[in-house]
């Protein structure tokens, strides 16, 4: 994601764009791998007639058959489309930390809904692992620098950030200093 957000801002790439370059590529690098897969035997892991890792013509004929499975693979490509969308946009806007940190409170969303809908029970040690998640993916990003420096200065945990994030963008840090 830090790589992304470099690339969005050294060459001022549109998100809708930048979606759809990820895209392209990832259709293509796994159009390409799903050659040698359908020949690599998988035996009774495999779960399709051929028993190769992937089998294409067997989903082809799956897709054809069934509108349901249609529909549930353009709803996925739709959703991870905005997804990505939605990503870049939160890092063009605010920075790669932010997207990172709203992408474990998209696990939350995923558990809510699943518990909503009775696709699997609630387990009391779900609660303390989620919290155990976001405290991780907290610690990650730097959040408890942030609350650090806000705590002595409310001033230092906003310009750490900046040059942090200079650094990872390439730049020395320096350049607000020098025009100034």
């Not at 957000?5 to 809708?16: A, G, Q, R």
């Not at 764009?17 to 390409?32: D, K, M, N, Q």
């Not at 004929?61 to 870049?88: H, K, M, T």
């Not at 001033?155 to 650094?167: I, Q, T, Y």
Request: with cysteine.
């Amino acid at each position: 994601m830090v790589l992304e957000e470099k690339f969005i801002f050294s060459h001022d790439v549109h998100p809708l764009r930048a979606v759809g370059t990820e895209g392209l590529f990832g259709f293509s690098i796994l159009a390409l791998l799903l050659v040698p897969l359908s020949f690599i035997p998988a035996g009774r892991l495999s779960g399709n007639p051929r028993g190769v890792l992937e089998d294409p013509a067997d989903a082809w004929c799956q897709i054809r058959r069934d509108p349901l499975i249609l529909a549930a693979l353009l709803g996925n490509v739709g959703s991870i489309s905005f997804f990505n969308f939605a990503g870049i946009s939160v890092t063009r806007e605010l920075s790669a930390t932010t997207r990172t940190v709203l992408d474990s409170l998209r696990t939350l969303l995923v558990w809510a809904l699943s518990l909503a809908l009775r696709w699997e029970r609630f387990h009391p040690l779900q609660i303390p692992g989620f919290a155990l998640l976001l405290a991780g993916a907290a610690l990650y990003n730097g959040l408890h620098r942030a609350l650090r420096g806000a705590g002595n200065n409310g001033d230092s945990g906003n310009n750490g950030d900046g040059a942090e994030r200079e650094a990872l963008l390439g730049g020395d840090g320096d350049s607000d200093n020098s025009q100034g």
